[in-house]
């Protein structure tokens, strides 16, 4: 299954959910109310709407209260998110987002270390990979 698309609001209840669930939807606006001004409500709104895109699952839907997990990987919506943003942002090239990243984060030179290294595995990847 693909990961849904969330929305910013949704995705402050997901990491909620990723930290620690099953929770209540009580819980989950305890823990938001140190960070947003939502109404329990509003939290029981995103939580329904998450449910109805498949990002959470009710563990046992006849219980009470009912509690909250999420049904799909924070991975799997960071890949989804990010690709939506390369394709919106850079027309899906990766090497325009790469330079304006480079140009405009406060990278420590560890982080710079951690880059190169990956951008280097990267390209020695795709080198060995047989061309069709």
Known sequence: MDAPKISESEWA???VLWDDSPRSASA???TLRGTTSWAENTVRTLLTRLVEKGALEIQDPSGTPKLYSPAVPR???V????????GRIFQGAAQPLLVHFARNARLTPEEV???????????DNTQRTPKP
């Open 79 to 86: 890949r989804a998110a990010s690709e939506s943003f390369l």
């Open 113 to 123: 270390r951690e880059l190169k290294r990956i951008l280097d595995q990267s390209t």
């Open 28 to 30: 989950v606006a305890r």
């Open 13 to 15: 209840v997901m990491e």
């Open 75 to 77: 991975e799997a919506c």
